[in-house]
């Protein structure tokens, strides 16, 4: 069983709708990471949480909007998405980034379909 | 950024049969990874690899890194059915990000028949 927890496991939306994605883990991890996944592609990063501070944002439209509530949560903000947004959507966690390099802990991750 | 090749792109094996799949990089590796993915669902970390020369162990799964840390290979002795899936190698950006960003090559698919 996976450390990371993503819910829900599906989630089909209107291009209206608003809605959330949500990641947890309990490994005390201070990394918290979101990637994209289109089929029979790689996962492709999207954002980076460092200590609940938004570090990395790959260039990622608006329509999505990350948040960290605290070290253990991170969630991901839909609104007004687009077909092309029909993907799965990984969330990751990793220890402490001044570590070093620190393996990437996967959920099983949130299969979006955009109607 | 970095750029990974896998080879091959897919793998059809018979049960009990070994099989090798590499990972070919752009530049120096400082930290390469190996996932494995079935279909649909998340990533599931295997081995780590930092230093030129390391090999790892798991099962009956290897995973090596060469000395000028360009290449990573992950062998797989007496393949079974549970083997079947997606196998990602990940590599961090050279000059070390700290937070370890990811890039990912294409993927190698792996079938075994029983």
């Known amino acids: 069983d996976t450390e990371v927890t993503q819910t829900p496991k599906h989630l089909v939306m209107g291009m209206t709708n608003k809605k959330s994605l949500k990641c947890e883990q309990h490994?005390?991890?201070?990394?918290m990471y979101w990637y994209k996944q289109k089929a029979k592609k790689p996962p492709e990063l999207m954002f980076v949480y460092s200590y609940e501070k938004l570090s990395i944002n790959e260039s990622v439209p608006s329509r999505f909007s990350p948040e960290c509530p605290n070290s253990s949560l991170l969630n991901l903000h839909l609104h007004a998405l687009q077909p092309e947004d029909s993907a799965l959507y990984l969330c990751?966690?990793?220890?402490?980034?001044?570590?070093?390099?620190?393996?990437?802990?996967f959920g099983d991750g949130t299969r979006l379909s955009i109607l | 950024s970095q750029e990974l090749e896998q080879s091959p792109q897919s793998l059809i094996v018979q049960e009990g049969k070994n099989l090798t799949i590499n990972c070919t990089s752009s530049?120096?590796?400082?930290?390469l990874y190996w996932y494995k993915q079935k279909y649909g669902e998340g990533l599931i970390f295997l081995m780590m690899l930092q230093k030129g020369g390391e090999e790892k162990s798991h099962e009956k799964i290897t995973a090596k890194l060469d000395e000028k840390k360009q290449q990573s290979s992950l062998h797989i002795t007496a393949s079974q059915p549970s083997h079947a899936g997606i196998y990602l190698c990940g590599a961090v950006n050279a000059g070390g990000t700290s937070y370890g960003k990811l890039t990912f090559g294409q993927g190698t698919i792996l079938t075994v028949h029983p």
């Open positions: 490994m005390g991890h201070r990394a």
């Open positions: 530049k120096t590796l400082y930290g």
């Open positions: 990751a966690s990793s220890q402490e980034p001044e570590v070093g390099y620190r393996p990437q802990h």
